[in-house]
């Protein structure tokens, strides 16, 4: 039962993105600065992580949040692997990084 629940709603995320895609008319230029917009859509990134999987990654920018898929492709099976709202992360000067961490180049540019 949950397996067949899964399948209908990960297979109803499939075509939802497929129609956001492939469903639309073609914007005119025209009437927008640039084909994207920000404020309507949703970004998905598919990346192929080995023969058998394939990763989207669909990110709201409106409401700042990050959601990763696996999909198995010779089952078609789709497994959440993580949802992140990343609109803390955004604010973060740096996380992880190593030097010269970006404080200390803008002290080094401060004292010229």
């Known amino acids: 039962m949950k397996t067949t629940l899964f399948g209908a ?5 499939i075509v939802g993105l497929v129609w956001s ?3 639309r ?4 230029f025209a009437e927008h600065p640039s084909v994207y917009d920000p404020a309507s859509e949703l970004i998905a990134l598919p990346t192929q992580v ?7 990654t669909v990110i709201d920018p409106v409401k700042r ?3 990763v898929y696996h ?5 078609g099976a789709i497994t959440l692997k993580g ?15 190593v030097n010269p961490l970006p404080r200390d180049v803008r002290a080094q540019l401060d004292h010229r």
């Open 25 to 28: 008319e073609t914007p005119v």
């Open 65 to 67: 949040v990050m959601c």
């Open 83 to 97: 949802v992140r709202n990343i609109s803390g992360d955004l604010q973060i000067d740096d996380f992880n990084g």
């Open 50 to 56: 080995d023969n058998a999987r394939q990763q989207i």
């Open 71 to 75: 999909v198995d492709l010779p089952t």
């Open 9 to 13: 709603v990960g297979g109803a995320l």
């Open 21 to 23: 895609v492939l469903g």
